[in-house]
């Protein structure tokens, strides 16, 4: 099974702190994904990537911020954290866009 | 655009009767379609893929058929059981060289006795 993890598990951060999450994966993918959850919207792209040092829009980027420095990492950064961000966030990686995807465990954030 | 469209929030079963979510989008070439299931307190994982060459794929009873015709690809289980109980997505790839992979908003299902 392929493995994707997310650190930190769960933050608490304060209004206008920056905060990063990151995403590591032993699956040698080229693609990975950083989506949002929220009751009554799903699962949101922010932000993905299909190659190392490159980074693409998805449909939800205000705010955010990714990184991806190698095949295995992937950040998401949030420089100036609000409210309206707290939500539970989920890394995920593949083969491709048209293949399965594995999804990390998630991470709650949690913005006061 | 390219969307996918999730049209009920929640459905609620009774054990043993038919299951059917649906799931429509609209694409500009021949999409990929997938279904994803999440269970309280888990991450989400793969259900079902659509085939290109029509097959209908199946997995832990339940299935799905792309219908070019009507942009759907609903989900459906002929006898619903109460570990079927969680969140279900439909995930949309338009094709092409995308690399998106578009989720809807999930359907909760809820399965009781």
């Known amino acids: 099974e392929a493995a994707v993890t997310q650190s930190p598990r769960s933050k608490v951060a304060v209004t206008g702190g920056k905060v990063t999450l990151s995403c590591h994966q032993t699956n040698n993918h080229d693609y990975m994904y950083w989506y949002r959850q929220d009751t009554g919207h799903g699962l949101r792209l922010i932000h993905y990537?299909?190659?190392?040092?490159?980074?693409e829009k998805g449909d939800i980027p205000d705010g955010y911020k990714a990184s991806r420095p190698s095949q295995e990492n992937f950040s998401l950064i949030l420089e100036l954290a609000s409210l309206s961000q707290t939500a539970v966030y989920f890394c995920a990686s593949g083969q491709g866009a048209n293949e399965r995807l594995f999804f990390g465990h998630g991470t709650k954030l949690s913005v006061l | 655009g390219d969307s996918v469209t999730q049209t009920e929030g929640l459905v609620t079963l009774t054990e043993g009767l038919p299951v059917m979510l649906n799931c429509t989008y609209q694409s500009t070439y021949s999409p990929f379609l997938f279904w994803y299931v999440q269970h309280l307190n888990e991450a989400p994982k793969l259900l079902l893929k659509s085939f290109t060459d029509n097959k209908r794929p199946e997995h832990q009873g339940f299935h799905a058929t792309l219908h070019k015709s009507s942009s759907s690809f609903h989900l459906q289980k002929s006898s619903a059981q109460l570990s079927d109980s969680a969140l279900y997505y439909c995930?949309?790839?338009?094709?092409?060289?995308?690399?998106?992979?578009?989720f809807g908003k999930g359907t909760k299902l809820s399965v009781k006795s």
């Open positions: 990537s299909y190659v190392a040092d490159s980074t």
């Open positions: 995930a949309f790839n338009s094709g092409g060289s995308n690399a998106k992979l578009t």
